[in-house]
């Protein structure tokens, strides 16, 4: 009980010093955000029961808006013997039929030799991400207010609007701290997770002013945490959450999922999150041979934008697979999906 209550304080001292007013996120993000690990926090570079992981997520956002925005996601982690773990990461993001591409690539390490407790089941785990920010605007892709003409209709050759930057790359740097449990002979596992990113204070050449003034790119900060519970012999209960702040604006998404053995290779995952003042996210998952989970998640809009957008909301689809070889015994109860 004593490690629960220290737990939950520490979840709540937390949020009580980074939690304000949620309204958006700036950096892309996923709804299944356990599947994209490196984006969330580097020092989780390693925590799985296996050698290699791959992870994939698609994501289409306000599909029946025109120009959707599509997010696509990969990440590749490589666990050692050692206590150096290694992770490779991209993302690209577009809206606007293209007319605006986000594109980020890094590479991610961890240091895991931190470790305590009788069984040496308390984990310590440091992380550092380094990488670059792409950002392109192509113009002819986008439609732009003083195109349209309320007699003549749209006239694509007209516009006032000028682009003085059409691309830019910056270097970005993060780190994070993640502790966790790896009992076996636990019923409750929980992690606990604080990450930044763009702590070089990347220029934004994009703002009007970062010329003169030399306007940054936000820190994103990062609090996630929760507990994987055995509630019975063939299922596992698994509350969690997420706190991502960012300038002005603020991100926060609890919920929970269920993880039911349907037979001895196969097991069901079915939860939800919910995203304050935006989304409630359903979530149904399929895990085979501890190697290879299927999920699908629906943001369903719940915010002021609801009356506008009609059922514009969000579909994304994730994939990932876990190589383990013969030789790796260890046991590992994963801060993650």
């Known amino acids: 009980m004593k490690l629960r209550t220290k737990f939950f304080l520490l979840t709540t001292g937390f949020l009580s010093f980074f939690l304000g007013q949620i309204n958006a996120q700036v950096d892309p993000h996923t709804s299944q ?7 969330l926090n580097p020092a989780m570079v390693g925590t799985f029961n296996g050698d290699v992981r791959v992870g994939g997520a698609y994501r289409n956002q306000w599909a029946n808006i025109v120009n959707p925005f599509i997010t696509q996601a990969i990440s590749v982690e490589a666990r050692t013997n050692r206590n150096i773990q290694f992770g490779f990461n991209i993302l690209n993001q577009s809206s606007g039929g293209g007319g605006f591409n986000y594109y980020n690539t890094s590479f991610s390490l961890a240091y895991t030799g931190i470790q305590f407790g009788a069984e040496a089941e308390h984990h310590v785990t440091f992380g550092m991400q380094a990488g670059v920010i792409e950002r392109r605007v192509n113009p002819s892709k986008f ?7 309320p007699i003549t209709g749209y006239n694509p050759g007209v516009t006032n609007d000028k682009f003085t930057v059409l691309r830019s790359s910056v270097l970005d740097i993060g780190a994070g701290l993640l502790y966790y449990n790896t009992s076996e002979s636990s019923r409750f596992n929980p992690y606990l997770g604080f990450s930044a ?3 070089n204070k990347p220029i934004d050449p994009f703002s009007q002013s970062a010329i003169n003034s030399g306007d940054i790119i936000p820190v994103r900060y990062v609090v996630h945490g929760g507990a994987s519970m055995q509630v019975a012999e063939n299922m596992l209960f698994v509350p969690h959450f997420i706190y991502m702040k960012q300038g002005t604006a603020n991100n926060f998404v609890a919920g929970a999922f269920w993880q039911i053995d349907a037979s001895d290779d196969a097991q069901v995952l079915m939860g939800a999150n919910y995203r304050f003042k935006d989304a409630l996210i359903p979530y149904v998952g399929l895990r085979y041979n501890q190697q290879v989970l299927a999920g699908v998640s629906y943001d369903a809009n719940v915010s002021s934008l609801k009356s506008l ?6 579909f994304e689809f994730t994939l990932s697979y876990t190589y383990k070889s013969k030789n ?6 994963c801060p993650a999906l």
Do not use: E, I, M, T
């Open 33 to 39: 955000y356990y599947v994209y690990p490196l984006n």
């Open 143 to 149: 439609q732009l207010g003083d195109q349209w003409n």
């Open 197 to 199: 990113f763009h702590l």
């Open 309 to 314: 957008a009609g059922n514009a909301n969000c």
């Open 328 to 333: 790796r015994a260890s046991y590992l109860k």
